[in-house]
């Protein structure tokens, strides 16, 4: 089974009339306000899929400030869960500075089926990953779900390009320990914090934390899949697109040429997933 764990998907209205949702949102406009921009809906992503040869995928929506617009997003994940439950797990967005309405909308989308909430961006929300009293809300929920976080990452090196936040390592070793217990997806490799599991210390603050492979090809040569077995072990990366910034088979066709053993690439590319949730991915 071929599950891609990070992929995001958008209601016609927003793809429709994207220029009224980048004047509500700094954020969205900064990476959809280009008409080029790609945005897809639920049936679009089933088509990927299909012509990917991929399972099951985790849709994300998107990091919203409005928690009004986080609601109307998550109304639309409801609805592709319910079209296609044995293809899409959906997440929820929200934005925790909304305080209790943001508790009430996580308990909604909880009950509606959505597994998870992501991709979170603090950045793009306008919170600190490491307040407590912000944060917090969204961790206590997933934990008491017994769900998981998808939290966006990248590194504070390189090159430029919309959407890079200055959630990068440092900010997100100091959430991970405040917040050591959530089960936790780091977008982009964690935006290379897996490098420094080399020192002992990050070791055992990350631990328990997942990495995806979304936008790979965008950001380091194919070596990085071996290079992160090795230092965190093939049981902790799972297989995402970022879809669809990257259609689905370039991201396949890179990791089948990077010479993993059959195990380890199976791991990555679907099983490490479905441990990561167990029943909840059936």
């Known amino acids: 089974m071929i599950i891609d764990v990070h992929t995001h998907i958008f209601p016609p209205d927003v793809m429709e009339r994207r220029e009224i949702y980048a004047k509500r949102d700094a954020s969205f406009n900064l990476i959809y306000g280009n008409p080029n921009a790609r945005m897809v809906t639920f049936e679009d992503l089933v088509a990927e899929m299909d012509e990917a040869g991929v399972d099951k995928s985790v849709a994300c929506g998107f990091p919203w400030k409005s928690i009004d617009l986080c609601r109307q997003h998550n109304d639309y994940m409801m609805d592709a869960i319910e079209a296609y439950p044995e293809r899409i797990i959906g997440?929820?967005?929200?934005?925790?500075?909304?305080?209790?309405?943001?508790?009430?909308?996580?308990?909604?989308?909880?009950?509606?089926?959505?597994?998870?909430?992501?991709?979170?961006?603090?950045?793009?929300?306008?919170?600190?990953?490491?307040?407590?009293?912000?944060?917090?809300?969204?961790?206590?929920?997933?934990?008491?779900?017994?769900?998981?976080?998808?939290?966006?990452?990248?590194?504070?090196?390189?090159?430029?390009?919309?959407?890079?936040?200055?959630?990068?390592?440092?900010?997100?070793?100091?959430?991970?320990?405040?917040?050591?217990?959530?089960?936790?997806?780091?977008?982009?490799?964690?935006?290379?914090?897996?490098?420094?599991?080399?020192?002992?210390?990050?070791?055992?603050?990350?631990?328990?934390?997942?990495?995806?492979?979304?936008?790979?090809?965008?950001?380091?040569?194919?070596?990085?899949?071996?290079?992160?077995?090795?230092?965190?072990?093939?049981?902790?990366?799972?297989?995402g697109t970022d879809y669809p910034l990257l259609r689905m088979r370039r991201h396949l066709d890179e990791l089948e040429r990077a010479g993993l053993s059959k195990g380890v690439l199976e791991g990555i590319l679907g099983r490490n997933a479905h441990a990561m949730m167990g029943h909840k991915f059936d």
């Open 91 to 239: 997440l929820a967005t929200v934005n925790p500075v909304a305080g209790k309405a943001c508790d009430t909308e996580l308990g909604r989308c909880f009950d509606g089926g959505l597994r998870g909430v992501g991709e979170i961006s603090a950045d793009a929300q306008g919170f600190k990953l490491d307040d407590e009293s912000i944060t917090g809300r969204v961790v206590r929920a997933v934990e008491e779900a017994g769900l998981f976080l998808l939290l966006h990452a990248n590194e504070d090196v390189g090159h430029y390009y919309p959407g890079k936040t200055p959630t990068t390592p440092a900010p997100v070793y100091r959430f991970l320990e405040k917040f050591p217990d959530v089960t936790c997806v780091l977008a982009h490799w964690g935006g290379g914090i897996f490098f420094y599991e080399l020192m002992p210390e990050v070791a055992k603050i990350t631990s328990s934390v997942y990495y995806d492979t979304a936008a790979s090809p965008f950001l380091y040569r194919p070596d990085v899949y071996k290079v992160a077995v090795e230092v965190v072990g093939p049981g902790r990366i799972l297989f």
